[in-house]
């Protein structure tokens, strides 16, 4: 019974911490050019950011993901990841309305992802980083079409239980 609650309060102070910092995340602004027209503020906007390739933009989602890695039966260890699905044309409302399919989508991805392995051991490998966004950005197509140039992953951290 002590192990469950210790893993609770684990939990829970992990919750808490990245609850902290969705919340004091500073927002970045996407530079501009002199004579632009000043950028409109809306909580859509706040999530957008400059994307790498042209004509696309890329939409953070608005909360973490956190997958448990289980192996024997107990929780072994806690991913947190932040994603941004990068679009083209403007489609950040349309990203927003749909989050919670997408979110269920990815964690889905990321629990199958999980329970194969591929956040044991050097997790950050390319071969098992590129598995894991093959399968989001195919989850992300699925529900957003093929508007949908690829997903990033722009935070990654393994927290050991």
């Known amino acids: 019974m002590s192990k469950v609650f210790s893993i609770l309060v684990i939990l829970a102070g992990l919750a808490g911490g990245v609850a902290a910092g969705v919340v004091l995340r500073p927002v ?11 950028a409109p503020t809306t909580a859509a ?3 957008r950011t400059d994307a790498p390739r042209r004509g696309a933009e890329a939409v953070r989602l608005r909360e ?7 192996r024997g039966g107990a ?14 044309g403007n489609m950040t ?18 629990f199958d ?19 894991l966004r093959t399968g989001l950005h195919e989850a992300a197509i699925g529900i957003l079409g093929d508007t949908v ?8 951290f393994r927290s050991d239980v």
């Not at 409302?93 to 990321?110: H, I």
């Not at 140039?149 to 990654?156: D, H, S």
């Open 93 to 110: 409302e349309q990203v927003f309305a749909k989050e919670p399919r997408l979110r269920d989508a990815f964690l889905q991805v990321m």
């Open 28 to 38: 970045v602004e996407p530079e501009r050019q002199v004579g632009d027209a000043p």
């Open 45 to 47: 906007t706040a999530a």
């Open 113 to 131: 992802h999980a329970n194969s392995g591929g956040f044991d051991g050097v997790f950050t490998a390319n071969e098992n980083m590129s598995g």
């Open 64 to 70: 973490q993901f956190v997958i448990p890695v289980i």
């Open 75 to 88: 929780v072994r260890s806690l991913m947190v990841v932040a994603l941004a699905i990068e679009v083209r």
């Open 149 to 156: 140039e690829g997903v990033l992953i722009t935070e990654l």
